[in-house]
């Protein structure tokens, strides 16, 4: 004999590309008992069952698919004549019981209109305001709207029961020409000896689940503060419905076998240098990115990126219970949040926009590690935009660019000059940029200009950035090249600075 039971969703782990679902719940086992659970997602993984019993002595257990029934639904694509004609009553149906449900609150508006112009009639008429062709005029109107809308459902009314009945008798008739549809199911088979109460834990993997970290950073009106809140954006198409379980959010990456890489050959040789490589050093100019994290790590990416957890597996816990439908769709769960005291600053990256930014700079004081996601910015007057944050540690510094300030504009000319040396052949070539800053604000602004310096790797190639030709000298000028000059602009006014830097190439460096 086999009995029917139900062993509830208690525990699920979700993974980035996957999840573990863990039932758990008492079983009354007399003798050697055979149980079905029914509801289990059709794509679980059958070498990830795992099953613990206590109270009793586990025999089998294994996962079992087959076909059932298709209980009543939608349309399928490849539905017969009959079964689309019922779909099409069905609507009709529902559209009658819509048309019938507006009709009765027509009525019930019409009554209070009536209602309205009986009040109004008795004030005027006790104030000696009399308009009895006026009044007669929106009472005859009134009767004709009720009469109109008395006829409507009635016809309405009738319509609905001649659908309906018209439903009965096509729904009568499938039944006695087609059997209904199948469609595969998937239960969970256990075979247990013992007895009294036993309770029994069952967990599996199952694709088509996958989260990511996202994130709300909020700006305090007077911008001494940062509230950032840390969600997770859970998408799952299991075929089962979590409710009410503990979700656990994960950035592991476990596999069902992996082999480890065959090793290849990788030989070095030396040779000596040609005499044309001597004679000249090729050298070439190129782009990087400066790789690092935290408060150098944000950008404007609009994707979820991939799970970035800096090398080791980070498992958060999230408040309280949640329910997610196997819908597919996105849905926040909110992890925690912390509020943090921040420095601003109006920064301008002019060599890429002419938009000042406001950037906010603070310590992630959450006590856990920030993973790589979207920051939706939120401001005094709502949402300004969204943002993307890198992997942070506790306690490192980051930054948050909160939107440009309409205000301030930026405009950059830049201009160069190359000359020779007769003796040495050494080339020097002067960068001066230079910028117009206006405030069109009514107060004083404070502004950062962040430009860009080469950064030699050969010492036949010299850089340096010229602080008595800059206006005002810049205020640092970071190893990986970055200079940053301060600005103070009062309200409504224009500001102009320089900032230059040369290049000394020695004779026998070619590619510049």
């Known amino acids: ?156 009314r009738r319509a609905l029961h001649h659908t309906s009945l018209r439903l ?24 247990i000896d013992g007895n009294g109460e036993a309770q029994v834990k069952v967990g599996y993997l199952v694709p088509c689940a996958v989260w990511r970290p996202a994130y709300r950073a909020t700006l305090a009106a007077d911008g001494s503060k940062v509230l950032v ?27 069902l076998g992996t082999a480890p890489p065959s090793l290849m050959e990788d030989r070095l040789s030396t040779r000596p240098k040609m005499d044309v490589e001597k004679r000249v050093v090729d050298v070439s100019v190129r782009e990087e990115v400066i790789q690092s994290s935290g408060e150098r790590g944000g950008s404007g990416a609009e994707e979820l990126p991939g799970l970035d957890d800096g090398g080791e597996a980070r498992l958060l816990e999230a408040k309280g219970l949640a329910s997610l439908p196997s819908d597919g769709q996105p849905h926040r769960i909110p992890l925690f949040s912390f509020e943090a005291p921040a420095q601003l600053e109006r920064v301008c990256p002019v060599e890429l926009s002419p938009l000042v930014t406001l950037v906010a700079r603070l310590t992630n004081t959450s006590g856990q590690v920030l993973l790589a996601g979207p920051v939706q910015l939120v401001r005094a007057s709502g949402y300004v935009g969204r943002t993307q944050l890198k992997f942070t540690a506790p306690g490192e510094a980051l930054k948050i660019p909160f939107g440009s300030e309409d205000a301030l504009r930026v405009v950059r000319k830049a201009t160069e000059k190359t000359d020779e040396t007769v003796l040495t052949g050494r080339k020097h070539t002067v960068h001066s940029v230079t910028h117009f800053v206006s405030n069109a604000g009514a107060s004083a602004a404070q502004i950062i200009l962040e430009e860009r310096v080469p950064v030699s790797e050969v010492k036949e190639v010299e850089i340096e950035v010229l602080t008595k030709d800059c206006k005002p000298a810049p205020s640092e000028v970071s190893k990986e090249g970055i200079a940053r000059i301060a600005l103070s602009l009062p309200p409504n006014s224009t500001q102009q600075a320089v900032f230059t830097w040369r290049l000394s190439a020695a004779a026998k460096v070619a590619g510049l």
């Open 168 to 191: 009965d008798e096509a729904r009568v008739a499938r039944a006695a020409a087609q059997e209904p549809e199948k469609r595969l199911d998937c239960v969970l088979q256990l075979t």
């Open 1 to 156: 004999m086999t009995l029917n039971v139900t062993l509830p969703i208690k525990r699920v782990v979700v993974m980035e590309d996957r999840a573990q679902v863990e039932r758990a719940g008492p079983l009354t086992v007399a003798g050697l008992t055979r149980f079905e659970v029914s509801g289990v997602a059709l794509v679980a993984v059958d070498r990830t069952l795992r099953v613990e019993v206590q109270g009793a002595s586990l025999v089998d257990a294994k996962l079992v698919r087959r076909w059932v029934a298709e209980p009543k639904g939608g349309l399928a694509q490849d539905a017969s004549d009959l079964d689309r004609r019922i779909h099409e009553l069905e609507l009709q149906v529902e559209a009658g019981q819509q048309e019938v449900q507006r009709l009765e609150t027509k009525g019930t508006q019409l009554e209070l209109a009536r209602k309205d112009v009986l009040r109004a009639i008795a004030e005027q008429a006790g104030a000696g305001q009399a308009a009895i062709e006026r009044w007669g005029q929106e009472l005859d109107a009134l009767e004709q709207a009720v009469a109109k809308r008395d006829e409507a459902q009635l016809v309405a």
């Open 229 to 255: 809140e840390a969600e997770a954006v859970v998408w799952q198409r299991t075929g089962e419905a979590w409710s009410d379980v503990k979700l656990s959010l994960s950035t592991a990456r476990p596999t």
